[in-house]
């Protein structure tokens, strides 16, 4: 048994270029993501294909990547739409960037603190505490 604290729940959203999107405001369907040049995380691969399957979609993605970020830098050198958590997009970090909800998607990213209850650090109690106060056990 662990002690666990949720620290973040968040939506996968298309993140590229604003050139790539009609309106900078539009949420993206599935269906409109199948033809264009999507990047993923590989964390989400198996997800993702369940979703697009379940639309009656295939998905084929110009790049896979072990990382978020590298999936962001690919999407801000213009290679395609990134298909990755929404705070990966830090504010002002690339003018030449958007976000874009994805429609009808259920995939959600989760950050939690994990902590072993028989951790003797005292440093490391004092840390995972300060997050429990903030937090609603999970």
């Known amino acids: ?3 666990c ?10 993140i590229g270029l604003t050139s790539f999107f009609e309106d900078p405001r539009q949420s993206v369907s599935l269906s409109w993501l199948q033809s264009r040049s999507l990047i993923i995380y590989r964390r989400w691969e ?3 294909r369940n979703a697009f399957n379940e639309k009656g979609l295939d998905l084929c993605p110009l790049c896979v990547s072990d990382d978020a970020r590298t999936c ?3 999407a801000i050198s213009g290679l395609g ?3 990755i958590p929404a ?3 830090e504010p002002g970090l690339d003018q030449s960037l958007t976000s874009h ?7 959600r990213s989760s950050i939690t603190l994990i902590m072993n209850p028989n951790e003797k650090s005292k440093i490391a109690q004092k840390f995972f505490r300060s997050f429990q ?3 609603p056990p999970t």
């Open 133 to 135: 106060e903030d937090s």
């Open 1 to 3: 048994d662990f002690s």
């Open 81 to 83: 739409i990134a298909l």
């Open 87 to 89: 705070s990966t997009l």
């Open 72 to 74: 962001l830098g690919w």
């Open 46 to 48: 198996t997800l993702l």
């Open 5 to 14: 604290v949720s620290l973040n729940t968040e939506p996968l959203v298309a």
């Open 101 to 107: 909800p994805i429609e009808n998607l259920d995939i």
